[in-house]
């Protein structure tokens, strides 16, 4: 059986995942905007500091409390989908190959986006 492999982050959506996930959590009072701003800028050799310490800061989240901020993440990522990302998405389905989406987003997250686009599966961050 085939399957195919698709990466959240720019590549299946031009809406970053974990901008609309920090503005979810901040909105919902599940992290501080001080806190992450300070770990994110304080010259850290990370590639993208935000997702790190945004992750860090979500540790041991329950996932009922990330699982009510799905329709603020969902929405704009999908809205976001590249259109040809979405006709390939389709035409997998069609010829029967499976669709995975992956992200460094929590699992519950990406697993609300996958099913929103049809997709077979996710695999994401655990928290």
Known sequence: MAAAFFVLERAVSGAPATRALGRAALSHGLVA??????????????RD?????LLDTLAGTRSTD???L???IV???V???????????????ADGIDTYLLSAVPQTVVDRVAAALGMTGAVGTPL
Do not use: C, K, Y
């Not at 809205?79 to 389905?93: C, E, I």
């Open 79 to 93: 809205v976001g989908v590249h259109p040809g990302t979405f006709s390939r998405l389709r035409a997998h389905a």
């Open 33 to 46: 905007r001080g806190r992450i701003l300070r770990r994110s800028w304080s010259g850290s050799d990370d």
């Open 49 to 53: 500091p935000f997702r790190t310490n």
């Open 66 to 68: 990330l699982d009510a």
């Open 70 to 72: 799905g329709p603020e």
């Open 75 to 77: 929405g704009p990522v």
